[in-house]
């Protein structure tokens, strides 16, 4: 049984970083390329990182890019968003998700398991 729990988020001011955490269990995480998506009220779920089963290759939509990191640890089956910079839009619950598909793929359909989300908050 895959499990992925989130932590790390909370309130913080902008300009601030938070380092989100995702420990996933279950057999075989170094097999699986990792994403992060977020949602605000509203909106739709919203890519927002991935990274590959060896952690050599990540993608970023432009949103995010040069602010956020995303990394892994295979031996501690943990994926981790390191988040600078933060604006008030980027306040969401935060997600994280196992692929299913190969390749960095950008589209939650591409994903079959999920966490239950942490909230970030970013003030103005």
């Known amino acids: 049984q895959v499990q992925l729990v989130e932590s790390g988020g909370g309130l913080v001011q902008a300009g601030g970083s938070l380092r989100l955490s995702c420990a996933a269990s279950?057999?075989?995480?170094?097999?699986?390329?990792m994403g992060w998506f977020r949602q605000a009220p509203g909106k739709e779920r919203e890519f927002v990182a991935a990274?590959?089963?060896?952690?050599?290759?990540?993608a970023y939509p432009d949103s995010v890019k040069g602010r956020f990191t995303i990394s892994r640890d295979n031996a501690k089956n943990t994926v981790y968003l390191q988040m600078d910079s933060l604006k008030p839009e980027d306040t969401a619950v935060y997600y994280c998700?196992?692929?299913?598909?190969?390749?960095?793929?950008?589209?939650?359909?591409?994903?079959?398991?999920w966490g239950q989300g942490t909230q970030v908050t970013v003030s103005s």
């Open positions: 990274i590959s089963w060896s952690g050599g290759s990540t």
């Open positions: 279950g057999p075989s995480f170094n097999n699986y390329d």
């Open positions: 998700a196992r692929s299913s598909t190969g390749g960095l793929a950008y589209g939650s359909g591409n994903y079959n398991y």
